[in-house]
């Protein structure tokens, strides 16, 4: 059964960085794509990078470039997104949800998200 | 980024009635599109993925469908526990957009 289970939640001040966690079982670590999407309270779904578990290589959406990195274990089948130079409107709940080759494979399992709060 | 206009962004409906919800795309996506049920404080669940395969487990009463970039979203007779929040998802062009969300609401 493909798990994928995340860090709790967190409470950081402005300025601060946070990592979270994302670990998967389940299927095999390699062949999936890990996305991090987060929503912000009462707001859209909003998609803030990827990572390719197998090589390592990322993709950032041009909003969180310079503030998010994404890395992998392998050893752990876990992902990590850390964001930094935290501000008040980053406080989201974070989800990271994987993606694999044809659609059935889209964003189909989630983690159970790890809520962010960024306050003074 | 693909632009992915949802309407409506919110409706009250009765048990019964047929909803429909539907996302336009900016430009042609092919089929790569999938909708998405949220509950409140609960994580997104994939309802139909590739336009209009539905996932498993996920009762008959919702269906997909896609003509051109337009994609539609309907359950045939709503239900109590369908309420919540409905995004669409668009993953044929990178990044990945969603659709702003329609908000469903039982009378």
């Not at chain 1, 909003?46 to 390592?56: H, T």
């Amino acid at each position: 059964q493909v798990h994928l289970v995340q860090s709790g939640a967190e409470m950081k001040k402005p300025g601060a960085s946070v990592n979270v966690s994302c670990t998967t079982s389940g299927y095999t670590f390699s062949t999936y794509y890990i996305h991090w999407v987060r929503q912000a309270p009462g707001q859209n779904l909003e998609w803030m990078g990827r990572i390719n578990p197998s090589s390592g290589s990322t993709s950032y959406t041009q909003k969180f470039q310079g503030r998010v990195t994404m890395a992998s274990d392998s050893s752990t089948t876990t992902v990590y997104m850390e964001l930094s130079s935290l501000r008040s409107d980053d406080t989201a709940m974070y989800y990271c949800t994987r993606y694999g080759s044809g659609s059935f494979n889209v964003f189909d399992h989630w983690g159970q998200g790890t809520l962010v709060i960024v306050s003074s | 980024d693909i632009q992915m206009t949802q309407s409506p962004s919110s409706l009250s409906a009765s048990v019964g009635d047929r909803l429909t919800i539907t996302c336009r795309a900016s430009q042609f996506i092919r089929n790569d599109l999938n909708w998405y049920q949220q509950k409140p404080g609960k994580v997104p669940k994939r309802l139909i993925y590739g336009a209009s395969s539905l996932e498993s487990g996920v009762p008959a009463r919702f269906s997909g469908s896609a003509f051109g970039t337009e994609f539609t979203l309907t359950i045939s007779s709503l239900q109590p526990e369908d309420f919540g929040s409905y995004y669409c998802l668009q993953h044929n062009f990178y990044p990945p957009t969603f659709g702003a969300g329609t908000k469903v609401e039982i009378k």
